[in-house]
């Protein structure tokens, strides 16, 4: 669904705000029907979030750099990656690297331009912007390199039986930085660094 950070977050399906319908009797029917989400050809099983098999062993959109940044190997020429255009208009964009109040206290990246959409994607009630790096795999690996002290994953079960996700947002950053500080990571101004807050139409 479309996101928008209004207040509460507004949610709509392809014309259809979806806002406008809680409290109603919605009804969703199943047509038997399974397309790949990328070529569009008619199969029984998805594979890696909703591929087809072909698509989900060639696309650079289905690699595992997608989920696990880290590991992006655009360069090996034993291993090159698997689109040079998506990686140049994808990958090698400016990402920020943030921590936000989801379940918990969680570090995580996006693309710039995917900010607050993805904080919200993740049901994110607040979310503060700590750095800016210049690509994919750079933030993976700071990333990567938090998530041995910081969770980075978002636990939905969790998220579904309280308002109220546990954790000290303001606390952990200060505790971030000080670990991106001690990592050489130039961080964002104070300007930059602001919380965003979101309230959601439940």
Not at 19 to 38: D, H, K
Not at 48 to 73: M, W
Not at 127 to 153: C, M, N, S
């Amino acid at each position: 669904m479309e996101v928008e950070a209004t207040e509460p977050v507004s949610y709509k399906l392809g014309n259809l705000n979806m806002n406008n319908l809680i409290g109603s009797q919605v009804s969703l029917e199943f047509t038997g029907e399974i397309n790949c989400i990328a070529c569009g050809r008619d199969i029984k099983k998805t594979f890696s979030q909703g591929f087809c098999f072909p698509c989900s062993q060639t696309r650079a959109d289905a690699d595992i750099c997608i989920v696990k940044p880290e590991l992006c190997h655009h360069g090996f020429p034993e291993n090159p990656c698997r689109d040079e255009e998506f990686a140049q208009s994808v990958c090698f964009k400016p990402h920020v690297l943030y921590a936000a109040l989801t379940s918990g206290v969680k570090v995580g990246i996006t693309r710039l331009v995917n900010v607050p959409s993805r904080w919200i994607d993740q049901g994110a009630t607040a979310a503060i912007p700590l750095a800016q790096l210049p690509d994919r795999f750079t933030v993976g690996q700071v990333e990567h390199e938090l998530a041995q002290k910081y969770a980075d994953k978002t636990h939905w079960m969790t998220m579904l039986k309280t308002q109220h996700p546990e954790g000290n947002l303001e606390a952990v950053v200060e505790m971030m930085l000080d670990d991106l500080d001690e990592m050489g990571i130039e961080i964002l101004d104070d300007s930059e660094m602001v919380q965003y807050n979101f309230e959601y139409p439940v």
